[in-house]
């Protein structure tokens, strides 16, 4: 008797199971989730949020029967995409997130007004939200954004350099903050030459900064272009006295952002301006010879700037919006109510979120986590942006920054600087 | 006259240096950066000497983990688009080179013209054609693209190379009963083997390094690696270099050690009819 084998595989066999089984891939997993709300997101805004068995989605995701599939850029191209997604007759795209400097008339146009939705199907404590944010988020009076994120600049600062000058405290006025940075313009102890200040050159924030410390402004939020010349020239003399003296490195025409924190990181400046955000980052024993030792204040007003009227910091805040054109509105709305839970605010922000929410910074969680969050929270309530959206808001912003840079380096004089910035700019301002 | 010799040495010598020198010192810098503590990567002085580490790559893998997927959509892409590009070029540069008329004369110069169009007059106004017929986000936009960008000059270097191959061969394979296809399988492809290569290395450089494109027309799904990478550079929470450095060096290798290894097609199609009378 011939042996067969137990185990006999037929053409018909395979045949049928070949079809079986593309059937059952092309059908779809019946595990799978019954609806996806595509996000199109910077990668941090999907990091914050967290995955797996962290994942602050999770309960939102099963009670909704949905998945969420994030498409993430970075910030510019992600603005790019965003608009061209909702120009379409129809986009894929449920939410979507936008920065506050961005949403002209024309471009609000192309999301979904919220005010009716926060007063029918409303957002848990929604006043808890930092007013200056929603503000920010409203165009035309309509409610375009739900905030979901702000940067808000502070002063980073080297306390081992800051030692080793005999410096005891960081500064508490601007003019201190230049005679620091005039004494921290020195080799240090490890033959590292060191700059007091390093400041990228190539964005508007900084100067404005620098105006503001003198009750000034570049453009307030109605409008009005270099309301007090005189405090902006004294801003930029500032800085280019901290030039001339070496207090700004020779490299300041060609410093980028990301310049600032490797600089401080290595040791080679004492002080710059970032988001308090980045404390993790400059602290990173990884990548820092300073882990610990870099730590930051409020960006400090100037002696003469009246008591009454507070150092406004800028901040730079994200919002979720919902495209006119989406396909599912009630899903994207859902998910931006969950996201901007007092749960997933704070969740966010243990993770690294710059929260939106007032009583975050309250959380005992998040004051261990971050020893930032209390003067952060306090520089917040002041802070504004650099300059409100416009359509010509990013000539105007290369224009000034051009005439700052011609100021800092002595090639124009400070005065006239400033009278080019308000004639240059003029005819890019809104009607 | 052997001083002046010498001399005249001397010069190519630190000239090449000079060269190699400018090429090669930023390709250095990012591969030994994959490899440093990220402490010492922007230390002053620089660190030539250092304990070499894999801790970049390993938190690329864990954090960066759409990194590799994006390779795996760049190396299908690139592929596809290599093989079309390579296919549309050959048979084009095949009748370009066997026929003559007037108006195939005239193509020539709209060739040439088309590939002189910068990619962004047509990449925006693509963007809602590309949605309504529902095919963005997909590999096969991507190749077609790449491909159709590349076949005009395609065309070209195929039929300098074709020229070459005598019309005798063609010839003598009709005589023996060979149609069109026939000849261009068996006699024109397997002549001009090199010239091919040299359009193959031409469309895997581009379509493996190509941005823009990728940007509008991907999402997730075709996400190439350079848009990755762009991502990794605009992280607003701060750039970890280390990272960046070490998905560049893999980015960067494929590409390398093919054109290395191709190097002598790429010379050859860059000079393809350059000795022609």
Known sequence: MKDRSAFTFTRRGFLGTTVGGAAALAAGPTWAAGKTLNVLSHKVHQTVLGADADDLMAAWKSANDADI????FDSNPLQDRLFREASLTETDYGVGYIIDNRPTSEIASLFEPLNDLTVSDPIEDFDDIAHGLVQGMTVDGNLIGIPVRHATQGLFYNEALLEEAGISAPPTTLEELVEQCNKLTFTSKSGTPVTGMILASDLALFPVMFARAFGGDFITKDFQLVPDPAAMEKGLDVLRAMFESGALPRSYATTKNDDQVTWLQQGRAAFTVLPFARYAQLNNPEQSNFPGKIKAIAFPGSATLAADKPMASIVEAWAMVIPKNAKDKALAWAYIKEVSSKRVTLGMALNGNGPVRVSSYSDPALISKNPL??????????????????????????????????????????????????????????? | MRIKRLIIGSGKAVAVAALLLWSLLPIAFIVMSSFKPGREIFAVPPHYIFTPTLDHFTT????????????????????????????????AGYAYSRNSSRFLDSSVLFLIVVRLIPPIVVTLPLFPIVNALQVNDTHVVLMVLYATFF????????????????????EAAQIDGAGRWTILRRVIVPLAAPGILAVAVFVVVFSWNEFLFAFIFTATKAKTAPLVISEMIGSIDGVDWGVLFAASTLQLAPVLLFVIFMNRYLVAGMTAGATKG
């Open chain 1, 69 to 72: 599939s994030f498409t993430t």
């Open chain 1, 373 to 431: 969050a209390e003067v952060e929270a306090m520089v917040l309530a002041n802070a504004r942006g650099a300059f409100p959206p416009f359509p010509e808001a990013a000539r105007a912003q290369a224009t000034m920054l051009e005439e700052v840079q011609l100021a800092v380096i002595g090639r124009k004089s400070v005065k006239d600087a400033v009278a080019s910035i308000i004639e240059r700019v003029t005819p890019m301002m809104p009607a």
């Open chain 2, 60 to 91: 690329l893998w864990t954090r960066w983990g759409v990194f590799f997927d994006g390779l795996v959509n760049s190396t299908i892409i690139t592929a596809g688009a290599t093989a079309l590009a390579v296919i549309a070029s050959t048979a």
């Open chain 2, 151 to 170: 076949v005009s000059l395609g065309t070209v270097l195929m039929r300098t190379f074709i020229d070459q191959i005598p019309r005798e061969l063609d």
